[in-house]
T-cell receptor, first 113, second 113 residues
Framework: DAKTTQPPSMDCAEGRAANLPCNHSTISGNEYVYWYRQIHSQGPQYIIHGLKNNETNEMASLIITEDRKSSTLILPHATLRDTAVYYCIVRGGYGGATNKLIFGTGTLLAVQP | EPEVTQTPSHQVTQMGQEVILRCVPISNHLYFYWYRQILGQKVEFLVSFYNNEISEKSEIFDDQFSVERPDGSNFTLKIRSTKLEDSAMYFC???????????FGEGSWLTVV
């Protein structure tokens, strides 16, 4: 099973930042934190991933705590199209114990107009 | 942007019939995957494939399932004798190499009647 804990749902006002938390207290040193989202039964969409350092791309920012036991995905200006289920997944890197992604139930983010 | 493409987008089949779901992974990717999602449930890993061999499979991936890379571009999932409980969205995915980001297609919705 997925080694992460996420709130089942969150609301966010359109135009505001959405901060999605994830706990992964049993993460190992060589495991990455990946974020995907799934919009209404479409294929999971890759958002961002990180190991230790904070990461930013055109979609989002990922803040990983120093002890790596939790992280936060930040969507800086949420729009209605960001309404989706967001999955936080811990995964081994190259040569890791498993290459696959194990999905949990994620967080349903509802962006409100 | 390169993407994973899947066909058909939706297939209805009678129980006991064979079904082949097709996928074209991203062109320079070497690792291929199938996942499925039963309506309202989690995205579940089925199988990973590399170098013309299954590298990992789940308990779901029993003898009625098989995968094949019949040519240089396609990757297929065959369900030999479909059951009602095989009704699900099937996602193909690929990654450039082990440990790299996995990208998903939009899915093939299979309905077994």
């Amino acid at each position: 099973d997925a080694k992460t804990t996420q709130p089942p749902s969150m609301d966010c006002a359109e135009g505001r930042a959405a901060n999605l938390p994830c706990n992964h207290s049993t993460i190992s040193g060589n495991e990455y934190v990946y974020w995907y989202r799934q919009i209404h039964s479409q294929g999971p969409q890759y958002i961002i991933h990180g190991l230790k350092n904070n990461e930013t791309n055109e979609m989002a920012s990922l803040i990983i705590t120093e002890d790596r036991k939790s992280s936060t995905l930040i969507l800086p200006h949420a729009t209605l199209r960001d309404t989706a289920v967001y999955y936080c997944i811990v995964r081994g890197g190259y040569g890791g114990a498993t290459n696959k992604l194990i999905f949990g139930t994620g967080t349903l983010l509802a962006v409100q107009p | 942007e390169p993407e994973v493409t899947q066909t058909p987008s939706h297939q209805v089949t009678q129980m006991g019939q064979e079904v082949i779901l097709r996928c074209v992974p991203i062109s320079n990717h070497l690792y291929f995957y199938w996942y499925r999602q039963i309506l309202g449930q989690k995205v579940e890993f089925l199988v990973s494939f590399y170098n013309n061999e299954i590298s990992e499979k789940s308990e779901i991936f029993d003898d009625q399932f098989s995968v094949e890379r019949p040519d240089g571009s396609n990757f297929t999932l065959k369900i030999r004798s479909t059951k009602l409980e095989d009704s699900a969205m099937y996602f193909c995915a690929s990654s450039e190499r082990e440990g790299n980001t996995i990208y998903f297609g939009e899915g093939s919705w299979l309905t077994v009647v």
